[in-house]
């Protein structure tokens, strides 16, 4: 049997993805009401974390012993990766000892080379290209609040980054309409936008973007790996910063979302995300039942 990875919204088909983020939705009220639901009782998660988190790392721990399974965190100073031990080997090593494997890191290329020789599942928990399992929790939100996003307008405002360029996939993915606001020089990954075709529009003008919109998204300015461009970036991207102002241009039941964590009085204003608009919290909270879907999904036959 063909083993199963999550390295991009593009590994499921859209029926996949939209039964998903139902099944998330259903998996929440099966917690909030006290019902023990253990599919993946002695079932074992392996967590490599090249990069710092707190809402991916608590989200799939939660997730794995909600499920009765349980997690490994594995830091670079806790494995022979980060001593220079070849992507291939680890690979083969930690799929013969744990079900599935999430991964948070820098390179793609790593998510894909170990991928390529596991035996379990491979799940993209962020890449620099990529946050894949952010957008399921992003769509199960809208989802709750205010139904089916096909055909919806989604805007993506400031830099084009890893967050930006699975918003490109997802247009494709969940059929709605993209449009991203960014400086020049900042756009999303060429790759994505040219595979997404006639689904994205890529504008200057915050005002322009949001005009109409269903949705509206921002993220940092200078991602993990981005300190040293920090101050340039800051100046750049000032025009870029959303507050409630900005959301008066968009739909009436707008939702703005944050994949967290948000630095106030930069990408947003100080009260954006208390905003009755703002559904940042509830977003976060999806974390946990979006992966709980996608491990039930992955691991139960």
């Known amino acids: 049997?063909?083993?199963?990875?999550?390295?991009?919204?593009?590994?499921?088909?859209p029926a996949?993805?939209?039964?998903?983020?139902?099944?998330?939705?259903?998996?929440?009220k099966l917690h909030k009401q006290g019902m023990i639901y253990e599919p993946l009782k002695n079932r074992v998660l392996a967590m490599i974390f090249e990069k710092a988190s707190t809402r991916t790392r608590v989200s799939f721990e939660a997730?794995?012993?909600q499920l009765g399974g349980q997690s490994i965190f594995l830091s670079p100073r806790d494995?022979?990766?980060?001593?220079?031990?070849?992507?291939?080997d680890s690979a083969r090593v930690l799929s013969s000892m744990?079900?599935?494997i999430m991964i948070r890191t820098f390179a793609h290329q790593t998510l894909e080379t170990f991928a390529e020789y596991s035996a379990v599942p491979v799940i993209n928990g962020l890449s620099d290209d990529l946050h894949p399992c952010q957008l399921l929790a992003d769509m199960q939100t809208f989802l709750e609040h205010r139904g089916s996003i096909q055909g919806k307008t989604v805007v993506w405002i400031g830099d084009g980054n890893n967050m930006c360029n699975t918003f490109v996939q997802a247009a494709t993915q969940f059929d709605f309409q993209l449009r991203v606001a960014c400086p020049q020089g900042y756009e999303p990954d060429a790759r994505f936008v040219e595979a997404a075709g006639d689904r994205v529009t890529i504008v200057r003008d915050p005002r322009e973007a949001v005009a109409g919109a269903h949705m509206v998204n921002t993220d940092v300015w200078a991602s993990m790996g981005q300190e040293d461009e920090a101050d340039a970036r800051m100046a750049r991207f000032r025009p870029y910063q959303v507050s409630p102002a900005l959301l008066d241009h968009a739909a009436d039941d707008v939702l703005f979302m944050h994949c967290l964590p948000a630095h106030r009085g930069e990408e947003v204003s100080h009260d954006l995300?208390?905003?009755?608009?703002?559904v940042v919290f509830d977003q976060a909270e999806n974390?946990?039942?979006?992966q709980k879907a996608l491990l039930e999904f992955l691991l139960v036959e």
């Not at 049997?1 to 088909?13: A, E, I, K, P, W």
């Open 63 to 65: 997730g794995m012993i």
């Open 98 to 100: 744990c079900d599935a």
């Open 273 to 278: 995300l208390d905003d009755p608009r703002s």
């Open 79 to 88: 494995t022979q990766l980060g001593r220079g031990e070849p992507i291939e």
């Open 1 to 13: 049997m063909t083993v199963r990875h999550f390295l991009s919204l593009t590994d499921c088909t």
């Open 287 to 290: 974390r946990l039942h979006a």
């Open 16 to 28: 996949e993805l939209n039964s998903l983020i139902k099944r998330a939705s259903e998996l929440k």
